[in-house]
């Protein structure tokens, strides 16, 4: 009676849990949400200011599917002023968050029975999304800490593989891929017909390592990857839903526009405008802002977990603004932990099954300071507890 493909599609657990935590808030009850990945911090003055001229200039027509070009012009000047790659405004296509990218891109690639490799620990929605296309899910486990090597990755290849996503920084890890493990695991695909989506979306939030885009590895590299960004975390605009794709794929990206065209046709004019100013640089001062303050948190959320006996963070993320936290020494059923957390304790965390790794939880320190040290400190009387 219904879409079979949607039956066996999951619920977003991150969303899930968000919800959850905001239905016991509106009851009035005191819960700390560590849940979301979205900044705590208002989208910046200029970006909100060229929302405001857009929407008084009369700027609420439908636009190209793909932006306007002033949108795509500026996204183009972003790849190249901060990763060195070169687009034209019809190699990239604007989107109502990555989310509608990265779904167009699987769609466009995808035939039933396609091989699809995905990195763990890895963002909820990848499998979904490739699983409701009808392809061939397998999961790539890291054999040592929490990055996938390019060995591991070359144990899991075949000839049906016709995808691998790889999410640099790391959502729920926080760990970042270096240009030299990059680089491996651009060699180990060079000969293949196998794409690379590389979803760089926390690329501005990292804190010890420098950012490398996956695609600036090499020629073959560039060709063979679909890059994904947005800026619902670097500039604080979760709500506005700006995302964008860049692939130097013709076929492809006419084929991603056929099907934004058919679904939602262009994002919205006044965030296409909005989002002008962020790419072109000038944000870069709220952006260090914001990325100071979250240093701070995850310095100190890092040691006092690290303080509570049974839970262990086994390495500084070094991007993105999460901890994920190995539980397993209290419980490896990480679903229930969670569960009990919020029922008991207040704090809502998103199990790590959510993102293919049992036995941790992901705590998001997108919030401030004061709501992270009480976080924490129930944290410890739950774990002592039990």
């Not at 397998?138 to 990055?147: F, I, M, Q, W």
């Not at 084929?255 to 965030?271: P, R, V």
């Not at 262990?312 to 990480?334: E, M, Q, T």
Request: with cysteine; net charge neutral; charged share 25%.
């Amino acid at each position: 009676m219904y879409s079979k493909q949607l039956l066996n599609m999951e619920e977003s657990i991150t969303l899930a849990i968000t919800a959850k935590a905001k239905e016991l808030k509106a009851q009035g009850k005191d819960v700390l949400s560590f849940s979301a990945g979205e900044p705590d911090f208002d989208t910046p003055k200029k970006v909100k200011d060229a929302a405001i001229k857009a929407i008084n200039d009369g700027c609420s027509k439908y636009t190209p599917v793909a932006g306007t070009n002033e949108v795509l012009k500026a996204v183009c000047y972003k790849l190249k002023q901060d990763n060195n790659l070169d687009y034209s405004i019809n190699e990239v296509i604007t989107g109502t968050g990555a989310k509608q990218n990265l779904f167009n891109t699987i769609s466009a690639l995808i035939n039933k029975d396609d091989e699809v490799l995905i990195l763990a620990p890895y963002w909820v929605s990848y499998p979904e999304i490739a699983k409701y296309i009808g392809a061939k899910v397998k999961y790539v486990y890291p054999s040592n800490g929490l990055k996938v090597s390019a060995s591991d990755i070359q144990k899991e290849l075949s000839s049906k593989t016709k995808l691998l996503i790889l999410n640099n920084p790391n959502n729920p890890s926080g760990e970042v891929y270096t240009k030299d493990e990059l680089t491996q695991i651009a060699k180990i695909l060079e000969g293949t017909n196998v794409f690379v989506i590389s979803d760089e979306m926390y690329e501005k939030l990292i804190y010890d390592e420098e950012f490398c885009a996956f695609a600036s590895l090499s020629e073959d590299a560039l060709k063979r990857t679909i890059t994904i960004n947005g800026l619902s975390k670097c500039a604080a605009m979760p709500g506005w839903r700006f995302g964008y794709s860049a692939s130097k794929n013709a076929k492809l990206n006419k084929l991603m526009k056929n099907l934004q065209g058919q679904c939602t046709s262009n994002i919205c004019s006044i965030t296409q405008a909005a989002a002008i100013p962020a790419l072109m640089g000038e944000i870069d001062e709220d952006i260090f802002k914001m990325k100071e303050e979250f240093k701070k948190r995850r310095d100190y959320a890092f040691k006092a977990i690290n303080e509570i006996k049974g839970l262990a963070i086994h390495s500084l993320p070094k991007g993105a603004f999460y901890l994920f936290v190995d539980c397993s020494k209290i419980s490896n059923d990480d679903v229930l932990f969670c569960e009990k957390l919020l029922e008991e304790k207040l704090v809502a965390c998103v199990p790590g099954s959510g993102f293919g790794m049992k036995g941790y939880f992901r705590m998001s320190y997108a919030t401030n300071m004061q709501n992270i040290q009480e976080g924490i400190a129930r944290i410890k009387e739950f774990c002592e507890s039990n």
